[in-house]
């Protein structure tokens, strides 16, 4: 049985292709299975071999998941490994959470999906749109250029270009979803089952470490898909008795924009207000994170410490990974800053496993 559920206060509902919030709390929901396999019996590469774990729904793949975990040489004596999300179909780590969101979506019955991305997140649900023979329709700023843009364009989707601010684009979105009945918001921050899909990042690391999990991650969060899938994919787990514990989680946020991180800092339930800088980290550059008090919550239960780095500290480990034949986008190379200040700070000591997800190509900036 698959079922959504509020995060804060537990309220649950039948799973829908709609975004509504939880009615007393008024946030995202986040997806449930509750008939969960007794062993390990699973098949095939990918984040489909998890079906079992996943959304029972016809599956949409290009392939994605089963990306290399490859051990990275450090100077802190850390057993430290880094995960080649880059790999994934569309160069990011989105393509586990479009794959299962766009299946499920499609087996809703939904014609025309639509989001508010001019990133990472809007070349995943183009592409995967593309391949399960649904029309994207990406609401996106009119300044927004670029790589990705042109990445979207070229799997096909309808581009919106809409006048003002980040925030007018998900406005645009929101009103056309409402207004035009055929098309479905397929929200990659709100949909509970993009999150769901991002789960088998976690089912993967401790599989190929053979059922084991690593003391730590660290991870870039912007709307913070990435932090809430792996923690609820090692809590799914963790109930499962298939690994012993959930790791700790950290948090890195760009210093231009770290809602996340201030709040974890001063123990609030809310990612503090801030006005976003600027950053060559825009994939983390997320004011206002839709999942924020979801994040909070979860951060407290996985031990996360939060730091925050500069441009010129992600720009250095943008660098030092190119240098050790990896080549990742800004955002990607966030938490591969943050973890020398985690070592710095003594949060990761010697001797501790850590896995760092590398999230985004490099070609895809600029
Ligand atoms: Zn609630």
């Not at 509750?34 to 949409?60: I, M, N």
Request: glycine share 12%.
């Amino acid at each position: 049985m698959e079922r959504f559920v509020c995060p804060l206060c537990g309220w649950e509902t039948e799973p829908n292709p709609g975004l509504s919030p939880c009615p007393s709390c008024g946030v995202s929901l986040r997806w449930e299975r509750t008939d969960l396999p007794r062993g390990p019996a699973f098949s095939g590469r990918g984040v489909w071999r998890y079906r079992e774990l996943l959304p029972a729904v016809e599956p949409v793949s290009l392939g994605e998941g089963g990306t290399p975990l490859v051990p990275a040489p450090n100077p802190w004596g850390l057993d430290l490994w880094w995960k080649l999300e880059f790999l994934n179909p569309t160069g990011s780590f989105k393509d586990r959470g479009a794959a299962v969101m766009v299946a499920a979506l499609r087996a809703f019955g939904a014609k025309i999906l639509a989001d508010d991305s001019s990133g990472n997140a809007g070349a995943a649900l183009a592409a995967y749109a593309a391949r399960a023979g649904l029309r994207a329709k990406l609401f996106v700023p009119a300044y927004a250029s670029g790589a990705k843009l042109r990445q979207i364009e070229a799997y096909g989707a309808e581009l919106v270009r809409v006048l003002g601010t980040r925030s007018a684009a998900t406005h645009a979105v929101r009103n056309a979803c409402t207004a035009e009945p055929q098309l479905t918001y397929a929200s990659h921050n709100a949909s509970p089952y993009f999150v769901a899909g991002l789960q088998t990042l976690a089912f993967e690391i401790a599989e190929d470490l053979g059922w084991r999990v690593p003391d730590h991650l660290v991870v870039p969060v912007g709307g913070g898909g990435l932090f809430l899938g792996l923690a609820y994919g090692f809590m799914t787990l963790l109930r499962l008795g298939w690994v012993k514990k959930v790791p700790r989680i950290h948090v890195v946020q760009a210093e231009a924009c770290a809602p996340v991180v201030l709040a974890l800092r001063q123990g609030a339930v809310r990612p503090v207000s801030v006005e976003a800088g600027e950053t060559v980290a825009e994939g983390v550059r997320i004011p206002a994170p839709e999942r924020g008090q979801e994040i909070l919550r979860v951060a407290h239960e996985v031990g996360s410490v939060g730091v925050t780095v500069s441009d010129a500290e992600i720009l250095g480990a943008q660098q030092d990974l190119a240098r050790a034949g990896l080549y990742v986008e800004p955002t990607a190379a966030v938490a591969p800053a943050g973890l020398a200040k985690l070592v710095q700070a003594g949060v990761i000591p010697s001797g501790e496993s850590v896995v760092l997800p590398l999230t985004g190509f490099g070609l895809k900036a600029g």
